[in-house]
């Protein structure tokens, strides 16, 4: 064998010990999964509409029926956002100003483009049902 055959096999056998490593190591935050198991109700027509809103402005972070997803964003059919402890006003200020990462290790929430008070307000009264819905209230 010469030397240059040699470095040959070590390169690939790194690359395969690489590889291998790569596929087999499980990443270590999974993302995507919803945080939360959320239970739809009949919704009315103005939560209906909410939740084209909220899919189209809030789910790519928060997830569909706003369960949240593993390492991007948390569910907001939550304790911790039960009206008492986050009033319908704090919807709209996160979506106006964003929010700083103080609750969960996901980051901060940049502020949302283009999305109007009372598209806001069907948002909310989207959230709220879903929550009512799962024991939050
Ligand atoms: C780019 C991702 C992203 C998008 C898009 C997003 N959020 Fe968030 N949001 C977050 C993260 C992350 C947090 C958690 C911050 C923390 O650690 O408390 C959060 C927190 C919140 C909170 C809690 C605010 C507080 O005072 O603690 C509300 C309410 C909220 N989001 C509503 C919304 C609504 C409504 C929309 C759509 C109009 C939306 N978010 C879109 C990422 C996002």
Redesign the pocket.
Known sequence: MTVRNILIAVVLLGAAVFLYRGLATPAAVPTGEALASVLVPDLSPGAREGET??NR??????GSNAAGQDG???P?IHK??EPGH?GDM??H???RN?????????????P?EG?ADA??DK??LY?RELQRANGIF
């Open positions: 809103l909220f402005s809030c789910a790519s972070c928060h991007v964003a948390p907001l911790i956002y986050h704090s919807f200020l996160a979506a964003g929010v700083r990462a103080h609750h969960w290790p996901f980051g901060n929430m940049p949302v999305i598209e806001l948002i909310v959230v």
